[in-house]
């Protein structure tokens, strides 16, 4: 079997590449290294399964000779952060858009077995029932979400037009090693972990009892994995962790101080996956408790010593434009 990933240098897409290869399969990752890092694969340099190309997903003519002969794409290259979407709008629509459409074009005059895409929980918004189902109205927030949203529309679309065997995961919070540590001020993990390192105190946003579905990661790629191997053709799934947990919570499992920061508009005050859809069709169900999830992260903490240390300052001008355009 031949496996190719998309952003497969990143976070999701490098521990996809350590599972593809430990069920045996050639992976060929596509990455353009903007967030993504080498240093993710760094333990499987020299793998005789494995073929890194650096590029980008914005380059149709570049790409298309990597999909010949593929018998699965896991497409997770994407711009994420919402503060960037709204400043960059132009960057997100071309790589999350833009880069979705090349990606199933290439794929389109191949024999793909399955072509799997990442889809995010950000598309319902704020919704009116948790937890919350795949039927949910959908209500994209701000580009980012947008984007990744028409991202899934066109996966859906060119596998209902195609005939492309095509499926999508919608991810809730999906957090563990490698999670990213780029400049952009963004999610929660790579925050409080950096600021953990510094002795500083996490910056928890209002009085920290909102939750998240927060889902470990290689959950997420198991996830992925069944979806492929599954008789599915076209169809839409949430991955979540079967619980929601609060800011507070989180905190105490990673031991700090803490500062409280402004809450921010258009943020859910819960997010809560409705997984019973994936478990009874798939037969999918999360392994990794929280706790245990936590554990692992900060068995690894010294990874993000490179990160940003975000401040109360720093984030009130990080998040200028979201309280600007979201209120
Ligand atoms: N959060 C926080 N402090 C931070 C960043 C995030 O308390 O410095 C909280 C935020 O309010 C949210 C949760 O962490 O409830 C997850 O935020 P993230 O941006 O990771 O994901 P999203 O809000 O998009 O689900």
Known sequence: ????????????????????????????????????RL???????GHKNLSIYQMDIRNKEEIQPIFKDVDYIFHFAALADIVPSIQRPQDYYSSNVLGTFNVVECAKNTNIKKLLYAAS???????????????AEIRPQYPYALTKRLGEETILHWGQVYGLPVITLRLFNVYGTR??????Y???FGVFLAQKLANKPFTVVGDGTQTRDFTYVTDIVDA???????????DTFNVGSGGTYSINRLCELLGGEITNIPKRPGEPDCTFADTSKIHDVLGWEPKISFEDGVSK???????????????????VDATEDWFKYLK
């Open 179 to 184: 999670s990213r540590t780029s400049g952009t």
């Open 297 to 315: 992260v900060l068995e690894n903490i010294d990874y993000w010593r490179k990160a940003p240390v975000w401040t109360p300052d720093t984030i």
């Open 1 to 36: 079997m031949t496996s190719l990933v998309t952003g497969g240098c990143g976070f999701i897409g490098s521990h996809m590449v350590d599972r593809l290869l430990s069920e045996g399969h050639d992976v060929r990752v596509i990455d353009n290294l903007s967030t993504g």
């Open 39 to 45: 240093e993710n694969l760094d333990h499987l340099k």
């Open 186 to 188: 963004g999610a929660v």
């Open 224 to 234: 992925f994995y069944t979806a492929a191997m599954s008789d599915i053709k076209q």
């Open 121 to 135: 929980s950000s598309c319902y918004g704020i919704p009116d029932q948790y937890p919350t189902r795949e039927t």
